[in-house]
């Protein structure tokens, strides 16, 4: 076998063993096996060197420690990952390649938080928004809104819907909800754990008259087992799961806009934010919600 080739299919291959790097990391992680991800990546870095794929496995190990509050651990690796990634994407969009992107963002969104951890929130907040300077329109732009919400919107004038197009009846104006509690829910066609939301705001739907739910969705550019979709087609696709998985919240509107994910920072599906009668938030939580919590939250609003 020429030398050449077989350097080429060794490299072929080596990569092939380690393509699923960032799921390795990830299940170890899960496991809280700290020491074993470690491992992997520094196994995975002698191989193969710095890929986009080792920069966003590196991303989950400062997700890591920031779940478990080791704040300058996180620090670090959030640090180390974006030094990486700028490395890889020079004179390239931070969109040029899906790895990159996703592990900007997480550590971005890491070391906002760890400062904010370690009693550093306005500093936090500063990064966030300088952060948005950069990739505020790119893919990352509404990840990095949802960090800057997660850390400030609370107690904030809640920011108005683009409601030019919407499904189920008008959606109401936020000025014209005034006085009135209002859940916002943000969903995607797509993601199961808003159908296992849709019950239990079904249920919260019953139970509290006089709360307005909203739901804004908006267009992904596929539709069914993500097939391709021109806007139209995934419209109707976007009515017929709403109308399928979420017989509980029919009759409420249905926004449909780019832009209120973007403002609302809504990278994370489903995304809930509660308003309260003076038309200012009182809970913000990207991710599903159980029953018990949004209840409770709901109902300080709703006695407020």
């Known amino acids: 076998m ?13 990569s092939t063993a380690w393509a699923g790097i960032v799921e390795d990391v990830r299940l170890s992680l899960s496991q809280k096996n700290f020491n074993s991800a470690e491992s992997e990546l520094n196994a995975y870095k002698a191989k193969l060197g710095v890929t986009p794929e080792y920069v966003e496995a590196l991303s989950w190990m400062g997700r890591a420690a920031l779940e478990t509050e080791q704040y300058s651990q996180a620090d670090s690796y959030a640090k180390q990952t974006l030094d990486s990634a700028a490395a890889l994407l020079k004179g390239h969009s931070v969109d040029s390649d899906p790895h990159l992107s996703t592990a900007v963002g997480a550590a971005l969104e890491v070391e906002a938080l760890s400062l904010a951890g370690r009693g550093q929130k306005t500093q936090g907040i500063a990064l966030l928004r300088r952060s948005l300077q950069t990739y505020g329109n790119t893919s990352i732009g509404a990840r ?24 189920g009846s008008r959606p109401a104006s936020l000025t014209q909800l005034k006085g009135t509690p209002l859940l916002l829910f943000f969903w ?10 849709g019950p239990i705001l079904a249920r919260l739907r019953s139970e509290f008259k006089d709360l307005t739910i909203i739901a804004p969705t908006k267009r992904y550019g596929y539709a069914a087992r993500g097939e391709d979709a021109t806007p139209q087609a995934e419209l109707a696709y976007i009515n017929s799961v709403w109308q399928q998985y979420y017989s509980g919240l029919q009759g409420i509107s249905v926004p449909v806009s780019k832009e209120n994910f973007n403002v609302y920072g809504s990278s994370t599906t489903p995304t809930l934010v509660l308003v309260d009668r003076a038309g200012k938030i009182a809970y913000y939580h990207p991710g599903a919600v159980q029953y018990d919590e949004l209840r409770a939250a709901i109902e300080k609003v709703v006695k407020g």
């Open 144 to 167: 990095i809104h949802k960090n800057l919400n997660l850390l400030t919107f609370v107690g904030q004038p809640a920011p108005a819907l683009k409601s030019g197009e919407y499904l």
């Open 2 to 14: 020429p030398r050449k080739f077989a350097a080429l299919l060794f490299v072929l291959l080596a």
């Open 188 to 197: 995607a066609h797509w993601c199961v754990d808003c159908k296992g939301e």
